[in-house]
């Protein structure tokens, strides 16, 4: 018998309850000895809350369940699978689902209609628990921060904390460093002031080499005003102050107008979504920096696809002009069109408001506040009225004489043309070569 044991720990849990993951891994062993395991794997998550799924140790035991790898798994309570009552039920499907056997060692789990209310229950205490333990420990992180303490964050760039004082302290070096950072900041970007200052030999926090992230953090940083946020803007503590408030705000216009600026043809790629590789029929991606080129994904799989990389200015220059070509041989009025420039991009918004609630609902569904019928129902609405925009934008798209798209095409956004392509159902199949190329005419459905 091939037996899997599941142990997890939080702070919390490890500090009241001891249930440390070597006494867990020892006590579900022994069980799994008991019950005729022949084969025994260990897997666990340290440090991580029960009301995520987002566990590394329990994806590893899934995708061993699911591979077909494991007859039964052992936790030493049901706690220890989850602190959300539907992610343990979720869970207790999938795994019986693929024909594991979940067994825990301080809990007799019965298969009658009891012993799944008992089990139930149980998960729906579980998780009163785990709300509890947060809701107690948020009352701590007030409590001390009402007193003037840090709650929160205390490895900030710039600043050292005196934990006997429950203090940070200015950090010389660092605060000299985090100075230059937004002295800089009016007139470099955050890639160049990386650079400029990693050459002159100043270091990041670990004493590494400045980077982008590290500087940007900087700068968005409004701790160096001489207050630290805490709890998530909650309250604030007293900090030294390394920089005035004037520096502050003309670093966050800069990084304001360079937000704003659009993003050059250096990394734009008209062709996502649409091309495709003649070779294996795998999308075909853009790639690159300053020198830009598209690239089949193929090349990522096994058997390794064989076709060359494009560059990218030569591939859509091509496939700019066989559009353009049908477009002008396919010249067709339709009566009546409704505002041609706007309806593309209104349906188009339209669209990445759809997919926004798409990942809302699933993020809901994950946190157990929505039942499986009801997201199957949300999602099956949600498809549906994509397809009418889909179909709305088509129809917007193909009704437009061929001069005028071609006029709407040039002057909109890259992404502008990118989406109406793809609306128009243009899909760029490439060959060996870069001019070999063929298209979906833009009449067909």
């Known amino acids: 018998m091939r037996v899997a044991t599941y142990a997890r720990v939080s702070t919390e849990d490890q500090a009241q ?14 069980r799994a000895l008991q019950i005729g395991a022949t084969e025994v794997r260990a897997f666990e998550d340290a440090g991580i809350s029960g009301t995520s799924l987002d566990r590394p140790g329990l994806q590893a035991l899934l995708k061993a369940s699911a591979e077909g790898e494991l007859d039964a798994v052992i936790c030493l309570d049901p706690d220890r699978l989850a602190r959300n009552l539907a992610h343990q039920l979720i869970l207790t499907d999938r795994l019986e689902s693929r024909g594991v056997d ?18 139930a229950i149980r998960g729906a205490i579980a998780e009163f628990e785990a709300h509890k333990i ?53 007139h470099l970007s955050t890639q ?42 909650l309250g604030r503590v007293a900090v030294p102050r390394i920089i005035d408030q004037d520096t502050f705000d003309a670093a966050q216009a800069a990084l ?10 250096g990394r734009v790629y008209l062709l996502t979504g649409i091309a495709y590789c003649a070779a294996c029929g795998s999308r075909i991606t853009g790639s690159g920096g300053s020198r ?9 799989k096994t058997p390794r696809c064989s076709a060359p990389y494009y560059p990218a200015e030569e591939l859509e220059a091509a496939v700019w002009a066989k559009v353009a070509s049908e477009l002008q041989a396919a010249a067709r009025v339709l009566a009546k069109q409704p505002a041609v420039a706007d309806t593309p991009r209104r349906e188009a918004r339209e669209l990445r408001r759809l997919e926004t609630q798409r990942k809302r609902l699933m993020q809901t569904a994950a946190a157990g506040r929505l039942r499986a019928q009801d997201l199957a129902g949300s999602l099956d609405a949600l498809a549906a009225r994509e397809h009418a925009l889909q179909l709305a934008v088509r129809q917007a798209v193909r009704g437009v004489p061929s001069d005028r798209l071609l006029r709407l095409l040039a002057a909109g956004s890259p992404d502008l043309r990118r989406r109406i392509l793809q ?5 760029v199949v490439v060959g060996p070569e870069a001019a070999e190329i063929s298209l979906r005419p833009l009449s067909a459905q």
């Open 256 to 265: 304001s107008r360079r937000r704003r600026k659009p993003k050059g043809h």
């Open 17 to 30: 309850h001891g249930t440390s993951l070597e006494a867990q891994a020892r006590i579900c062993r022994e």
């Open 102 to 119: 979940l067994h825990f060692v301080q809990f007799e789990r019965a298969r009658t209609p009891d012993g799944r209310l008992l089990y």
């Open 292 to 300: 830009r080129y598209y690239a089949c994904t193929g090349k990522r």
């Open 192 to 233: 160049a002031i990386a650079e400029n200052l990693s050459a002159t030999g100043l270091r990041g926090k670990n004493g590494g080499p400045l980077r982008q992230s590290a500087v940007h953090g900087v700068l968005r940083n409004p701790s160096y005003l001489g207050e630290m946020p805490q709890l998530h803007g």
């Open 423 to 427: 609306a128009a159902g243009v899909r």
């Open 134 to 186: 947060r809701e107690r420990t948020l009352q701590g992180k007030r409590q001390r921060l009402s007193e003037g303490r840090v709650v929160t964050g205390t490895r900030i760039f710039g600043y050292t904390y005196d934990r006997t004082r429950h203090r940070f302290l200015e950090d010389p070096a660092e605060a000299a460093v985090v100075r230059a950072i937004f002295s800089l900041a009016p």
